[in-house]
């Protein structure tokens, strides 16, 4: 277990503002420090945050960092800063700029806390979770992308919507990468250790797995801007379990080399999560069919990779 338990969020948006709050409220943390480009945006997010956390377990201590240097001996570093596709934006043009931010980031990580663990949130999460692992050069087990975390939440809400009942005892599995070619895995969902196979049709899974795949894009239809409270609790969820080395099973984007026969790429696999970070990456018996979907996400994700490298990031 992690004794010194201070956690940085890079990025006080709604997201790390929210997964800031989540952990405060929760009491998993001893410190949380917010920093984010715009100062006053974090200034203001963690006074907030910190009025609420009389109301902690724990009493949590929230702070915001006027700078990168404030953010020192943190044990695990979120990373949510970056920007969102926008108008005419190109898929090149959001992969390099996020890619400069990350840059930045990683840099300061290294240098004031460079024996932290690192969970990546930024988009497109794989490609920039594999950027990290390349300018930070550190163990695999230290650099860890949210995804899995957020996407099972959405599978698992959308079975819950068919089936009517088990709240709360709907598991579900994501794999693949954070985007389009996700691949939410009905073998192995449950609710209350059911089979879904034995709870609902095929069409209705068929269903589950499609509305799992536009679970974003759902609720910014309806905001106009992505979600938070969902993303902010799966980071929390995260944070807890390495804090706590809770040893939880939970799909994140890792680096694989050799696992489900593909190498030097992140991707959405099922891992163990601890004080270590990942503390093994579990291999799915997966069929044919699988396989390929996952292939299909795995060069998805190296053509981003190929972008950043073509572009001197890694140089």
Partial sequence: MIKKRKVGIVGAGAVGATAAFALTMTGSCRK??????????????????????????????????ESACDMQDCDIVVITA??????DMTRENLLMINAKIITEVVDNIKKYSPNAIVICVANPLDVMTYAIHRLTGWDRNRIIGMAGALDGARMAYQIHKKVGFGSGQVRAVV?????ENMIPYPEIAAVGGVPLDQLLSKTDIEEVIEKTKIGGAEIVKHLKTSGYYAPGRAVAVMVEAILDDSRIVLPSSVMLEGEYGHSDVTVGVPVVLGSSGVERIIELELNENTKAKLKLSVDTIKAGIKVLEENGIFT
Wanted: proline share 9%.
């Fill in 82 to 87: 970056g920007v969102p596709r926008k108008g």
């Fill in 175 to 179: 794999i693949g990468d954070h985007g």
């Fill in 32 to 65: 949380i420090i917010l920093y984010d480009i715009n100062p006053d945006i974090a200034i203001g997010k963690a006074i907030d945050i910190a009025q609420a956390a009389p109301y902690s377990p724990q009493g949590t201590i929230i702070e915001a960092a």
